[in-house]
């Protein structure tokens, strides 16, 4: 589609081999899109709609066991029956008000980073039963000054703290192919450009990029999910806090959003637990390896290729086979079973407020959203809080320094703090409104898709980005497949 195809194909636009980790790149395509999350949600609706990757197994408590239980994966590799998940992205029309999910771009990438402690051999397979959050679903600014300092700064307030180091673990790398200059290095832009800065730069999509903490206290999984990691000094490597001394694998999931498929509509893109800041961007992993195969895949696999064929222990299943792994069924509660991903209603999936600044509350998983469910809660952006030091450079200032336009529905200013509030009353109890978004005209006609990645190396203390092609034919299918399965198994109950 588009300029995709064009000439960048195989093109290695940065390269520096000395000093690259070893490590491995998982392709995983979606298995569903649904408001489940057993790490936050455990046995009950999750707030926000996700797409999910990995293990069919996955469902409201699925745990390592019940994932590795699962009948298949749709990640390449056969022994990853992980579970990988992060939010939807969802486009709002401004026109219509209505939410139109965002399509992936090649499914989702699971780096796993193999970057142990200085002095030591090998990374730590992650236990079994490791479960961890990484974001924060309710930030809605980043705090610190933009583009980041240097990282030889980044061992002294506030850079050194665990909280400048989660801000930044996030990215949203404006892609666009036939620009090779505008490359941009990952985990550089840690929030997302607004809609006009999008439309004007980022013609191949936005890439959602969200670094793991690496550093383990090597206790039990906590309620939280959080505070047994911790970030290494450099975010995605350096040096572990005292604290927390074990090095596990480094996860670092990459998404491709065609955003570019909205350009010229006016309206905005929201992440689906109602956020149109990027920053409270945030991704979930429940170890689903046998732990000891996995300790042999992080001894083993080190070809710096990243390829996940270049390791002999890995099992890669055929496409076809991934794309047709779907979370089970059975695993999808009743209330959402035909709840509509693709959007076509004037909220989002679960109606979770959208809140534009500040801290958001904790959200309370709503009922499936109907046409005649309550407008969403919106906290329009007051224009002094947008200032310079969030701008992801002064170039792009003036587009981004606008306060994102507000929904038509957004007419009153609420305190975020009121959200949860608002929202609880709309909360389902025992039996959840039947009502179903009504299925949307399909605006995705979708030709051939090109799938870019990176390669993530390091040069000193520098991550340098490789920018390249892969099999064009293959993935296209699988995006397609993917997409198509999709839409159906959540069509099927309306139609
Ligand atoms: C690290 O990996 C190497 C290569 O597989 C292996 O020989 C060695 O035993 C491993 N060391 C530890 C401590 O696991």
């Not at 990029?209 to 206790?219: D, V």
């Not at 959208?354 to 499936?368: E, F, L, R």
Request: glycine fraction near 6%; aromatic fraction near 10%.
């Amino acid at each position: 589609m588009r300029s995709s195809t064009l000439a960048l194909k195989a093109t290695t636009l940065l390269l520096f081999a000395a000093y690259a980790n070893a490590f491995w790149r998982m392709p995983c395509v979606v298995s569903g899109l649904a408001r489940i999350d057993p790490l936050k949600y455990y046995g009950t609706i999750s707030e926000h709609m996700h797409a999910i990757h990995g293990s069919s197994g996955f469902s409201d408590s699925a745990g390592t066991t019940e994932l590795l239980a699962g009948e298949c994966t749709s990640c390449q590799v056969t022994q990853d029956k992980s579970a990988y998940w992060t939010p939807a992205l969802y486009f709002q029309n401004s026109a219509t008000s209505e939410f139109s999910l965002v399509n992936q771009v090649g499914g989702m990438l699971a780096y796993y980073l193999l970057r142990p402690n200085a002095g030591s051999p090998n990374v730590t397979a992650f236990p079994h039963g490791f479960e961890m959050i990484a974001g924060d679903t309710n930030q809605r600014e980043f705090n610190y000054p933009v583009p980041d300092v240097d990282k030889s700064n980044w061992n002294v307030e506030p850079y050194n703290t665990q909280e400048f180091k989660r801000q930044a673990a996030l990215g949203f790398n404006c892609l666009d192919y036939t620009n090779p200059a505008a490359t941009e290095g990952s985990l550089y832009r840690h929030s997302l450009p607004d809609k006009a800065y999008l439309d004007a730069h980022c013609k191949s999509g936005v890439r959602f990029e969200l670094m793991f903490p690496s550093c383990w206290n090597g206790k039990s999984t906590p309620d939280d999910k959080k505070s047994h990691m911790a970030y290494p000094s450099l975010v995605g490597e350096g040096d572990c806090p005292p604290d927390f001394p074990i090095r596990l694998n480094t996860l670092f999931f990459e998404t491709i959003w065609d955003t570019h498929a909205f350009a010229g509509t006016d309206g905005q893109f929201v992440i689906a637990n109602g956020d149109p800041t990027g920053n409270g961007y945030h991704g979930d992993f429940i170890m689903g390896w046998d732990e000891q195969f996995l300790q042999d895949a992080s001894n083993q696999c080190t070809d710096l290729s990243g390829k996940i064929e270049d390791c002999p222990l890995f099992t890669i299943q055929p496409l076809g086979d991934s794309t047709a792994c779907n979370i089970a069924e059975s695993n999808i509660p009743a209330p959402i079973a035909k709840e509509l991903a693709v959007g076509g209603a004037t909220t989002l999936p679960g109606n979770p407020p959208i809140v534009y600044t500040g801290y958001a509350s904790d959200g309370v998983a709503a009922a499936p959203s109907s046409s005649s469910a309550p407008a969403p809660v919106s906290s329009a952006p007051a224009a002094s809080t947008s200032t310079s030091s969030e701008q992801p450079s002064s170039s792009v200032a003036s587009d981004t320094q606008q306060a994102p336009s507000a929904p038509s529905a957004a007419t009153s200013s609420v305190d975020p703090s009121q959200s949860a509030t608002e929202a609880s009353s709309t909360i389902a109890t025992t039996s959840p409104s039947p009502a179903v978004t009504p299925a949307p005209a399909m605006q995705s006609s979708v030709s051939t898709q090109t799938y870019f990645s990176t390669e993530y190396q390091t040069k000193g203390q520098d991550v340098v980005e490789v920018l390249w092609v892969e099999d064009v034919v293959t993935v296209t299918a699988t995006a397609l497949s993917a997409r198509k399965r999709h839409l159906h198994k959540h069509r099927r109950g309306v139609l």
